[in-house]
C-alpha cells in the first residue's frame, strides 16, 4: 500500500474522537502565556502515557517589561533520517472572557482559547496518534514541537536554547497552521513568500502634573496626553511609514474621577511587511513622542525585552507541493490568500533558515452567520477543521517523503 493510500484509509471515526477530546479538554482549561503549567503536563501525560512517547522538555525563559518569565517547550520524535521534518503548534490562551454559550466553554474566568492555540495542538497530537501507528513508512525523522506562549513571542526565547536548536538539525523543513475564520472547515488558505507581518509590542509612558479637577489650569493632565497619543500617533505613523499599521490594545490611568491623573500609560504594536519598514516607523513613533514634551510633561517609549517578530516567509516549493491534495482527497479545497498583518512566532524558524509552509485552515462553524474574527469573545472554531488539519499536514510529509526519496537514490 503505498503512503496516501495508507492515509487515506485511516478511520476517521477514531482520529477524529481522539483529537476532539482534547480539543474540548484544553478549550475548558486555557492557560495564558507562560503560565501553562498544567497544559503542558496535560499534553506530556497523553504523549507518555496514551502513546508511549518518550518526551523532551526545553525551558523557555526571558523578561517582559522587567519581569522575569518562564514556561517550557515538548518535543517528540519518529522515524530516522538525515533530513528532518518539524511540524509545531502552540498551545497559550488570551485574558479574554468568552461570550460562547458552547457546552466545552472556558472554566476559566476572563481567560479564552481565542485565537484556535487549542485546536492547533490537538491536530499536532493527532499526528502523534497517527506516526505512533505508522512509524515503519518513514524515511526522514519527524519531529513535533508543542510552543508556549505564542501570544508573547515565546519562541524567540526558546531558539536561544543550544539544546534545541541540536536536537532540531540544520536539515530541516518547518510546517504550521493557524485557525481561520473566514472560511469553512475543509477549506485551507495559503501563499508562497510573505503570509504574515512582522510585529512588535510598544509601551508608551507619559509622566505629568496631577491636580485637582476644580483646578485643571494648575495641572497637566497625563490622562490627556495619553488621548492624543491614542488619537494622533496611528495616523501619523499611517501618513509618515505607510506599510506600517500602529494600533492601541490597553490604557491605564487615573483613580477617582475628581482626581487629574499624573502617570498614564498605553500598550499597542507595531506590524509591518519588511524590517526595513518597521526601523522607519519606530523613528517616526520616537520623533512624535518627542514632540509632545514640555517643562510639565514627559514620555518615554518602552523597550518591552520582547524580539520583534520577523515576518513570516512561506517557501514557495513547500506551498507549490500542497496544491495537489484536492486530487486524493477531494473534500479539502486549498484557496490562494493575500499576506496578513497577523504575525506568528512561527517566522523564527525561517529566520533559521528552515524552508516554512504556514498555512490558514478554515474554522468557520456552518451555525455562525457573521464573523467573528480571532481574539474575539464570541470567537469558535469548527471542531470538524481538526481533521482537515491532520490530512493537510501528513500530506506534506507524504509529499516531502517521495522529493527524499529521489534525492537519496
Known sequence: MNHLALLQNTSQSKWYQWMARHFYFM??????????????????????????????????????????????????????????VIFTADFDALPIEEASTNWYRSKTYDTMHACGHDMHTSILLGIAWWLKQHEDILNCRVILLFRPAEELNGTA???????????????????????????????????????????EFLKIEVKGKGGHTARPEHSYSALTVIGQVLSQ?????????????????????????????????????????????????????????????????????????????????????????????????????????????GADDISWFSELGYPLHFFRLGTKPVHQQQIFDLHSPHFEADPRALLTGVYFQLYQLIKFMEKNEVTSE
Not at 497544559?39 to 523557555?60: A, Q, W
Not at 524590517?275 to 518627542?290: C, D, K, L, P
Open 157 to 199: 526565547f526558546l531558539i536561544k536554547s543550544e539544546k534545541l536548536l541540536d536536537y532540531l538539525g540544520k536539515d530541516a523543513v518547518c510546517f504550521g497552521l493557524h485557525v481561520y475564520p473566514e472560511l469553512p472547515a475543509g477549506k485551507i488558505s495559503t501563499c508562497p513568500g510573505l503570509i504574515n507581518y512582522s510585529a
Open 233 to 341: 500617533l496611528p495616523e501619523f505613523i499611517a501618513h509618515d511609514v505607510p506599510e506600517a499599521v500602529l494600533a492601541f490594545g490597553q490604557i491605564h490611568s487615573g483613580s477617582k474621577g475628581n482626581i487629574i491623573p499624573e502617570t498614564a500609560w498605553c500598550e499597542g504594536t507595531l506590524r509591518t511587511p519588511e524590517f526595513r519598514f518597521h526601523e522607519r516607523a519606530r523613528t517616526a513613533i520616537h520623533n512624535y513622542v518627542r514632540s509632545l514634551e514640555n517643562d510639565f510633561v514627559k514620555l518615554e517609549l518602552k523597550n518591552s525585552g520582547i524580539p520583534a517578530l520577523p515576518p513570516v516567509v512561506n517557501d514557495p516549493v513547500l506551498v507549490e507541493d500542497s496544491y495537489g491534495i484536492s486530487e486524493h482527497f477531494p473534500w479539502i479545497e486549498v484557496q490562494h490568500t493575500e499576506s496578513s498583518r
Open 27 to 84: 478549550h475548558q482549561h486555557p492557560e495564558l502565556s507562560f503560565q501553562e503549567r498544567n497544559t503542558i503536563r496535560y499534553i506530556t501525560t497523553i504523549l507518555e502515557k496514551n502513546l508511549g512517547l518518550k518526551v523532551n522538555l526545553y525551558d523557555v525563559n526571558g523578561e517582559i517589561f522587567g519581569k522575569s518569565v518562564s514556561s517550557q517547550a515538548i518535543t517528540v520524535s519518529f522515524g530516522q533520517g538525515e533530513r528532518t
